[in-house]
């Protein structure tokens, strides 16, 4: 039986998720979609993902992959995984994929968005999706720092803490290179940052977001956000920003 | 004692609520207000909806009011509120009102919104605040019967079995005047019907709006939706559209 390798694009509500990776007795996206492949394949299957969300972050299009020798074929899968899965994670694509592929190793850049509001009081209906900052009055101060994050940085001063295990395998330490950094207005106070880079530490998005929530709030300067960037020391960053604003985007191969 | 009349407009997500209306048993947002309210005011407290939206259904800006001797200023109102209140429910504004405003009675005129989607797959993060439609392909169409709706008419088709209650009261029988109802495209395969009136029976957007997926899916004519307004008779209308897409957004006074 030949051993095939299939690609997954799936979105999820990271609401009630204990993130990504699996974990003996939370629920997971990766062990939801293990347990259902399993039912499918009738047998163990490893699901690899690109990445790992934290609990609370949404994915609209997260990919996976997993090898099987199961005769499904990939619409089978995508629509025998829908309707095993719940309303939460929803599979979008299923492609069948060379042996080389794999969705962390191969994956060339992740674009995440962050959404917030400036609003005094949120509407209940976005609570979930974006998050609400108090005291943030200077856009304009928070999109000029953005570039200072473009390029090839050690982002150790943006990396959660004790977080050294995967990153460092590949000998790049906390260096990593953002390719583009963006703030937009969506509506009256509502706002999206976009993040579009070859790789990320664990909680980078959040911690950068976070400190430039601080920037916002006129409580540090354009210079002292670039001191905390050299500086190397998550200690001096800002507190990590929420989860439910955190949307994995889009992962290019 | 003064006895003051006090209005709110309030926002909140329906997905966990069995409707506005208060019920013995189930948890409705009049029922959480009027709760929190008679903490706040020490003693019952009666609060008077613009309107009652349906379980799922939710509220941009709903109006309420009620009246109390209580001396709590409206700033004490709203913060009082917003921490007693869960995060499904939000007080965005309340003001002292003359006497003889009434919630309901002096409403001009409601906008409600309608947000459904046409994708194969739906996202998980909209799923609870679009409806997902399924063979809905000619946007056109529906477009094209909007104008007939547009006017007074007797809506006894579009509304709700067994719910001639309140509607009857007034005389008006099931004669309604909607101003304005629009059909608007958002993004990719997803939309956003407004419509604007004078007053709605129990179920009618979602009534008419589920009879128009029925002119997008092709089974019915411009010429049939008309017989159908005409008829008069309920059990010729489509099915009622899912409450999750349905947004009461604007109330007129």
């Known amino acids: 039986m030949a051993m ?3 690609k997954l694009v799936l979105a999820y509500d990271g609401s009630h998720f204990s993130g990504w990776q699996s974990q003996p007795t939370a629920r997971t996206v990766q062990g939801e979609v293990e347990e259902k492949l399993a039912m499918m394949c009738q047998g163990e299957v490893a699901l690899h ?3 790992r969300t934290d609990a609370g972050v949404h994915a609209l299009a997260m990919v996976a992959n997993f090898n099987t020798t199961a005769k499904i074929s990939c619409l089978g899968f995508k629509k025998g995984l829908n309707s095993l899965l719940s309303a939460d994670i929803r599979i979008l694509k299923v492609d069948e994929v060379a042996a080389d592929f794999h969705a962390r190793i191969s994956a060339k850049a992740k674009t995440y968005r962050y959404f917030f509001s400036t609003a005094e ?4 209906t976005l ?6 900052v108090s005291g943030v009055v200077d856009i304009k101060a928070m ?3 953005l570039p200072l994050l473009v390029g090839k940085h050690d982002f150790s001063s943006f990396e959660a803490v004790g977080s050294r295990d995967l990153s460092y395998v590949d000998g790049r330490g906390a260096v990593r290179t953002l390719e583009a950094v963006s703030l937009k207005q969506l509506g009256d ?3 999206c940052l976009t993040i579009r880079g070859t790789g990320f530490l664990r909680k980078m998005v959040r911690n950068i977001v976070g400190t430039l929530f601080d920037v916002g709030r006129q409580r540090i300067s354009k210079d002292d956000f670039n001191k905390i960037l050299q500086a190397q020391d998550r200690n001096l960053a800002g507190a990590t920003a929420p989860a439910c604003g955190l949307f994995l985007d889009n992962i290019e191969y």
């Open 4 to 6: 095939r390798n299939i």
């Open 49 to 51: 993902g690109a990445g």
């Open 121 to 124: 009081i949120q509407l209940p």
């Open 127 to 132: 609570r979930l999706y974006e998050a609400l």
């Open 143 to 145: 999109q000029d720092v």
């Open 189 to 191: 106070e509502a706002y």
